[in-house]
């Protein structure tokens, strides 16, 4: 079984950066896909960022692209993701979870083990 803690959210102005951190404890980190999904108050759970176990090849949803860096520490057991120019709409908790599927997948069905998540508040 695979756990997951995410850390490294918090309270940011508009057009900041954060760093956030999950570390991963149990199975294979080197054979499991991860990813970092976002849920704001009232609106459902959407993906933000993927890094294949395979190649470390990744994928990010259009509203992040090019602000947003997903990276992976094999030897760590860690996944970061790196949130530059960040928007008020990027305020949600963060999520980071697990996946056997090796090809970037980006739906919460894919994903059988989750972390308890960390908040992000971007303020004006």
């Known amino acids: 079984q695979v756990q997951l803690v995410e850390s490294g959210g918090g309270l940011v102005q508009a057009g900041g950066s954060l760093r956030l951190s999950c570390a991963a404890s149990?199975?294979?980190?080197?054979?499991?896909?991860m990813g970092w999904f976002r849920q704001a108050p009232g609106k459902e759970r959407e993906f933000v960022a993927t890094?294949?176990?395979?190649?470390?090849?990744?994928y990010y949803a259009d509203s992040v692209k090019g602000r947003f860096t997903i990276s992976r520490d094999n030897a760590k057991k860690m996944v970061y993701l790196q949130m530059d120019r960040l928007t008020l709409e990027d305020t949600a908790v963060y999520h980071c979870?697990?996946?056997?599927?090796?090809?970037?997948?980006?739906?919460?069905?894919?994903?059988?083990?989750w972390g308890q998540g960390t908040q992000v508040t971007v303020s004006s």
């Open positions: 149990g199975g294979t980190f080197e054979t499991i896909g």
């Open positions: 890094i294949s176990w395979s190649d470390h090849s990744t």
């Open positions: 979870a697990g996946t056997r599927y090796s090809d970037n997948p980006t739906h919460t069905y894919d994903y059988p083990y």
